[in-house]
């Protein structure tokens, strides 16, 4: 039974075959912290709510904390804030493990491949290593602890690891009809990823650590209190500085989401296509696309790529009214260095790159079990 897992920075998902059908898991990546009294603890066991003993806190995982968030207004804390998991927190890795176990099956044989995928941002730090084939080289091993520790926490359910940039998983589950070439692009929280691929073999790869987290950050800082980010823990800011930012950004993305997902009929949608929130739409393509099509442009093995081709794509933000007609209206603005004939949302699942992933396992698995000739 090969896995495929999506490790996004807002929600976790797992897709896995079941005969002919597949199964799929969903997690958000997100807790809160309360009290550890009685009754937090019987709410929560009439739930089957996870949550983990912290002190004298509890600190609640998934829907549940989704949940207690809403109704009680506690921050929301990610367990992957910009993409990055700080492994030196114990804490942090106590919460990854729970919301990994929750999420992924133990596997029911020895050997079973499980393809994952975690946000990137942190390789975006160094651009000669996230571009071509030097990223497939040097990006998967012992400098990105993410998923150094993504990775024993997949070995611990019995699986063996193996990794996939999420913009490629795209290519392999949307793709078919293509022979898996053309382009993909990620809209995530915390980056925006792009592959170039040709029949499957991925050309060159771009990760920028920008993503909607950016868009609400923006508007939190022109709508509501917000206090300017700490970076003095190098990770989840669980103070009271910590608590007052989260739900800051907590409320600007959901004032976004509930403009940007309205009915083209609604008012909102206006708000969406005319003022700010499209304003800050605009901006965030408009610097990820000049980014990517700058560093594609300076990739030799492009050079020889057949154009125009498609652009699929997938992510949170892609999901906004209106946000394919942005698309195509920013692309016009930059001078990209591949020719795009047509655009394909990736949005009719969510699981597309879990997806994906399940796919690229598959695949291996079978080039295993292939005889040598």
Not at 145 to 156: G, N, R, T
Request: glycine share 8%; proline share 6%.
């Amino acid at each position: 039974m090969s896995m495929g897992l999506d490790l996004g920075t807002s929600v976790f998902r797992s897709v896995r075959t079941q005969g002919r059908e597949l199964r799929a898991r969903r997690f958000p990546a997100s807790y809160v912290i309360v009290g550890d009294d009685s009754a937090h603890r019987q709410r929560l066991s009439r739930t089957d709510a996870i949550f983990v003993p912290c002190g004298d806190q509890l600190v609640v995982l998934g829907d549940a904390a989704v949940e207690l968030a809403r109704s009680k207004s506690l921050p929301l804390y990610p367990v992957l804030p910009g993409g990055k998991l700080d492994t030196r927190d114990a804490l942090s890795r106590q919460i990854m493990a729970a919301m990994v176990d929750a999420i992924l099956p133990e596997a029911k044989t020895p050997g079973e491949i499980c393809c994952l995928t975690v946000p990137s941002a942190r390789i975006a730090e160094t651009p000669e290593a996230i571009v071509g084939q030097k990223f497939l080289e040097q990006g998967f091993t012992g400098d990105w602890p993410e998923l150094d520790y993504c990775c024993q926490l997949v070995k611990l359910r019995g699986y063996q690891p193996l990794a996939l940039g999420q913009a490629l998983a795209v290519t392999l589950a949307e793709l078919v009809g293509e022979s898996f070439c053309g382009i993909t692009a990620v809209f995530g929280a915390s980056v925006t990823e792009f592959a170039v691929a040709h029949q499957g073999r991925e050309l060159a790869r771009v990760v920028i650590p920008r993503g909607g987290d950016w868009i609400d950050e923006q508007l939190a800082a022109m709508t509501h209190s917000m206090p300017a980010r700490s970076e003095s823990t190098g990770g989840v800011d669980r103070s009271d500085h910590g608590a007052r930012y989260a739900l800051s950004l907590q409320k600007a993305r959901h004032d976004r989401e509930q403009a940007s997902r309205a009915p083209s009929a609604d008012g909102q949608a206006v708000m969406m296509v005319e003022g700010r929130y499209a304003d800050l739409y605009r901006q965030f393509l408009l610097a990820v696309l000049s980014e990517a099509g700058r560093r594609l442009n300076e990739v030799p093995a492009l050079a020889n790529f057949p154009q125009p081709t498609i652009m699929a794509y997938a992510g949170g933000l892609s999901r906004a009214s209106g946000f394919p007609t942005m698309l195509k209206s920013a692309m016009r603005q930059i001078d990209w260095p591949i020719g795009i004939e047509s655009y394909r949302s990736a949005e009719l699942s969510p699981f597309g790159v879990a997806r994906g992933c399940l796919i690229h396992a598959a695949l291996e698995e079978l080039s295993v079990q292939r005889p040598a000739a």
